[in-house]
Nanobody, 116 residues
Framework: QVQLVESGGGWVQPGGSLRLSCVGSGRISSTDGMGWYRQAPGKQRELVATTMVGGGSNTADYAKGRFTISRDNVKNTVTLQMNGLKPEDTAVYYC??????????WGKGTLVTVSS
């Protein structure tokens, strides 16, 4: 079983920055995918960024150049540094793990609000 706990959400003005963190416990392998998704009000959950085996990452087009994902396999943490935030980035951000066996785990989410 895997448990994921997010932190770091909050309110920020447009153009500001936030750093989200996710700590995982349980059976998480360095070969499992670990990353972030988000869900805005009235919209479907969508990919933000995920880490890949070998150290690469997959980042959504809207996040490229603004958001940076990083992972610590020893501590089982994944962070999302978000810069240049826009009102349309307002959403609940969820930490996600997808195991090699295809099991999917989600955290409870952390709310990010971008407004003036």
């Amino acid at each position: 079983q895997v448990q994921l706990v997010e932190s770091g959400g909050g309110w920020v003005q447009p153009g500001g920055s936030l750093r989200l963190s996710c700590v995982g416990s349980g059976r998480i392998s360095s070969t499992d995918g670990m990353g972030w998704y988000r869900q805005a009000p009235g919209k479907q959950r969508e990919l933000v960024a995920t880490t890949m085996v070998g150290g690469g990452s997959n980042t959504a087009d809207y996040a490229k150049g603004r958001f940076t994902i990083s992972r610590d396999n020893v501590k089982n943490t994944v962070t999302l540094q978000m810069n240049g935030l826009k009102p349309e980035d307002t959403a609940v951000y969820y930490c996600n793990v997808i195991t090699e066996a295809g099991m999917v785990y989600w955290g409870k989410g952390t709310l990010v609000t971008v407004s003036s």
